[in-house]
C-alpha cells in the first residue's frame, strides 16, 4: 500500500485525466496547437517510473503516440522532434493554463529504439510531492494520456519483443533484489542468458519438428532423402541429455532467488533464540532460563555474505503436557523438514565429560532432531546439517580440545561449530561454515550455465521433456503421434519465453529441404 500522498498523486492524476477526456476538443487545440483531439482515444501511457519519497530528482515517463504531444505541450519542443536520448534543459508546464511547475531535463525516446519501441519521453524533475503531483495531473490532461497500470511498460516491452518472459522476470528480480548474489543471478538473466538458452533449445526443437513434419508429407513422394528420422532421434537425445542436467541443479536458481530456508532446531535452553539474535545483531527472540520460552516460529530475513537467507527460531524439541508447546514442537517439526539448511544446537553443559560418550551422545542428538526420512544410518547430510555447539565458555580448555578432536575422527559428522552466544567466541569461525553452507546450496550465480529462477520454468521444461518421451514412444509406431509430442514439446518451451510460432517451423521446412526439386 502507498503512503497517503502518494494515493493522492495518483488519484489526481487519475480524476485530471477523467475530467479533461470530457473537455471540448477546442480547448486542447488552443493551448497545444496542431495536436489532434483523436489522439485521446490513443493507448499512451504515464507514471511516476522512480523510487516514491522525497528525493532529489523524480522521473516521469510516458510512452505512446501521444508522447510526443507531451514533449510540445509540456516542454515547448517545436514540431519537429529534437535529438533522441538527448537532455534538453526546459521549463516544464501545464499544457492548458501555460504556468511553470518545474524546471527539468527532458529525453526524447523515438520508437522502436525506446524501452517499450514505442515514443516514449521522460521528465526529469525535482522529487518533492508537489512536483510530482503537479506533473502527473499535467500529462493526464493531456489528449491520448492515461495513468499506467502496474507493469504496463515492461508488459509493452514484452508485446514489442524488446524482452522475452525470461528477461521481464529477471527485471522483476532485479528491481527486488536485496543482495549481492541476487542482484548478479538477476543481472544475468535479464541481459538474457537463461532466455539465449532456451531460445536454442527452441530453434533445434523447430528443425527436429519440420524434418518430421516434412518427412509425414513427402516421403513418399522420394523428395526427402533417406536418414533424416535418424538426425531427428539424435538431436532429440542429445535435447533431453541437455534439459535432464539442466533440471538436476538442485533448485540452486530458486533458492538464490527465494532465500535459502535455514531453521534453528535442537532441545529446549541450549541457546537457540540467543543464536538467532547474535545472528541478527538485534534481540528478535526473547531469551530467558525459562525451558520452552519460544512456542511459535520466529522468522528473521538475514544476508550472509552477500547470499539471501530466511533464518528461523523454533520451539525446543522436547515432550510437554502443554497443548501450546506440543503446537510449537509440532510446528518445529515441519519446518525442520523443509529446511534447506538446519543447524541443531546443542548445549555443552549437558555434554559427557568423556570425548567418546560426547560424540555418541551428539549422534542420538542429531537423530532425534532430524525428521525419519533424513536420518542416516551412517553418513549425515554435511550440505543440509550443521552442528552448533554453544556455551563454550563452560567447558574447560583440556576438555573442548578432546571433544573438537574425537569429532574431526568420527566419520559420518556433519560440520561441527563450537560458539558461545555469550562471550562471542567462535561465532566470526561459525558465520564462515555458514556462509560456505548457503553458498554451496546457492552455487555461483555468475559461473556455468544459467540456472532455473521460477518455479514455472521448472514446471514447463518437465512437461517439454516428457512431449520428447512421447516422440520416442511413438517413433515406429505412428509417425503422426511422434510428430504431435514434438510439438507439444515446442509448445511447452515457447511458454517459458512467451515465443513460438507455426511460421517459423515452415521457414525451416522451405529452406532446410528442396521440395519438389
Known sequence: ?????????????????????????????????????????????????????????????????????????????????????????????????????????????????????????EFHIHGGPAVITAVLQALGSVPGMRPAEAGEFTRRAFQAGKLDLTEVEGLGDLIHAETEAQRRQALRQMSGELGHLYQDWTHRLKRCLAHVEAFIDFSEDELIEDGVLNQVDRWVCDLQAEMERHLKDERRGERLRSGVQVVIAGATNAGKSSLLNTLCQRPAAIVSPIAGTTRDIVETALDIGGFPVLLSDTAGLRESPDLVEREGVRRARERVEQADLTLVVADCADLPSDAQQAAAFLQEHLRSVLPPQEQPETVFPADRLLLVLNKMDLLPEEQRLELDGELRRVSGFPPVCLISCHTKEGVHDFLTVLHSSVKTLCGDPLSGAPTLTQARHRAHLQQCFSAMAQYQRYRDLDLALAAEGVRLALTSLGRITGRVGAEEILDIIFKDFCIGK
Not at 501511457?45 to 522525497?54: E, M, T
Open 1 to 121: 500500500m502507498l503512503p497517503s500522498i502518494y494515493r493522492g498523486i495518483w488519484g489526481a492524476a487519475v480524476h485530471t485525466l477523467r475530467t479533461s477526456r470530457g473537455t471540448p476538443p477546442c480547448r486542447f487545440l488552443s493551448t497545444c496547437e496542431g495536436v489532434p483531439f483523436g489522439l485521446a482515444d490513443a493507448e499512451s501511457i504515464f507514471a511516476l517510473s522512480s523510487g516514491h519519497g522525497r528525493c532529489g530528482v523524480a522521473v516521469v515517463r510516458a510512452s505512446g503516440p501521444a508522447s510526443a504531444t507531451a514533449l510540445r505541450c509540456m516542454a515547448g519542443v517545436s514540431r519537429s522532434p529534437p535529438p533522441p536520448r538527448t537532455a534538453l534543459l526546459r521549463s516544464i508546464r501545464d499544457p492548458i493554463s501555460k504556468e511553470v511547475l518545474d524546471r527539468g531535463l527532458v529525453f526524447w525516446f523515438p520508437g522502436p529504439h525506446s524501452f517499450t519501441g514505442e515514443d516514449s519521453v
